[in-house]
T-cell receptor
Framework: DAKTTQPPSMDCAEGRAANLPCNHS???????VYWYRQIHSQGPQYIIH???NNETNEMASLIITEDRKSSTLILPHATLRDTAVYYC?????????FGPGTRLSVLP | DTGVSQDPRHKITKRGQNVTFRCDPI?????LYWYRQTLGQGPEFLTY????????KSRLLSDRFSAERPKGSFSTLEIQRTEQGDSAMYLC??????????????FGPGTRLLVL
């Protein structure tokens, strides 16, 4: 079973920030938090990962709470092309266990 | 293109036939994973290799499934005597596994299998 829980779906207006939450209350101290997304009929695309510090790259920002039991992926200016299923995964050098993810719909 | 590639991208076969899929990982990645994804679900782990050694197999990988990575580079996944329930997207991913076990997996585009 996946070690994370995510809302099944979210909407976001184009140009606004999309904030996708993830709960991982049983995360262990050495497990990383990864985010991937999957656009229809394509393979999952890596977005970002982190251990305990907040991270930012050209795609997104990852905010991890101090107790590491939850995190938020932030897409700062969502576009229509960001419509996808977003997966949050915790992992320490093992096969990924995907949950059902959050289906993000960016609306014009 | 230096990403993970998979061939073929689509495969239609009749029940009972054998099929083989190929995955070419990112160059020098030592780990290679196979996942299966059915409609509306997240990917499910099947098996993975570290170099040429197959280190783990999921209980989803029945006796009809076999995977190889003979030289630690490309991998093949064969399904014998296909069944309609095998219809799915088969995804390959590769990673560079290191000391800190920080392991970003990069996925290929997948092979979509339809068994009639």
């Amino acid at each position: 079973d996946a070690k994370t829980t995510q809302p099944p779906s979210m909407d976001c207006a184009e140009g606004r920030a999309a904030n996708l939450p993830c709960n991982h209350s049983t995360i262990s101290g050495n497990e990383y938090v990864y985010w991937y997304r999957q656009i229809h009929s394509q393979g999952p695309q890596y977005i970002i990962h982190g251990l305990k510090n907040n991270e930012t790259n050209e795609m997104a920002s990852l905010i991890i709470t101090e107790d590491r039991k939850s995190s938020t992926l932030i897409l700062p200016h969502a576009t229509l092309r960001d419509t996808a299923v977003y997966y949050c995964i915790v992992n320490y050098g093992q096969n990924f266990v995907f949950g059902p993810g959050t289906r993000l719909s960016v609306l014009p | 293109d230096t990403g993970v590639s998979q061939d073929p991208r689509h495969k239609i076969t009749k029940r009972g036939q054998n099929v083989t899929f190929r995955c070419d990982p990112i160059s020098e990645h030592n780990r290679l994973y196979w996942y299966r994804q059915t409609l509306g679900q997240g990917p499910e782990f099947l098996t993975y290799f570290q170099n040429e050694a197959q280190l783990e197999k999921s209980r989803l990988l029945s006796d009809r499934f076999s995977a190889e990575r003979p030289k630690g580079s490309f991998s093949t996944l064969e399904i014998q005597r296909t069944e309609q329930g095998d219809s799915a997207m088969y995804l390959c991913a590769s990673s560079s596994f290191g000391t800190w076990k920080k392991e970003t997996q990069y996925f290929g585009p997948g092979t979509r299998l339809l068994v009639l």
